[in-house]
Nanobody, 117 residues
């Protein structure tokens, strides 16, 4: 059974930083594509960043230069470093895993990030 547990969310002032973590179990982590998505109230869930098993990253245009996704295969964990946060980054952030880089994604329960002005 796949389990993804996010942590690191919270309340931060605009311009601040947060680091999200996601601990993963139940899959062969090193062979999985990992992603961070976010969903703001009344909006759809959007991709923030992803990283393949080979370490190839993709970041949404809205976060390029501010957010960085990374992974630690030894710890079965993926991270999202978020800098220069602004109020538009307020959302629930979800960790997602795609085993073997194809097929359905599995999801965590999400962690709230709130950026105050």
């Amino acid at each position: 059974q796949v389990q993804l547990v996010e942590s690191g969310g919270g309340l931060v002032q605009a311009g601040g930083s947060l680091r999200l973590s996601c601990a993963v179990s139940g899959i062969v982590f090193r062979l999985s594509t990992m992603g961070w998505y976010r969903q703001a109230p009344g909006k759809q869930r959007d991709l923030v960043a992803s990283i393949t098993s080979r370490g190839i990253t993709n970041h949404a245009d809205s976060v390029k230069g501010r957010f960085t996704i990374s992974r630690d295969n030894a710890k079965n964990s993926v991270y999202l470093q978020m800098n220069s946060l602004n109020t538009e980054d307020t959302a629930v952030y979800y960790c997602a895993a795609q085993p073997l880089g194809r097929g359905n994604w599995s999801w965590g329960r999400g962690t709230q990030v709130t950026v105050s002005s």
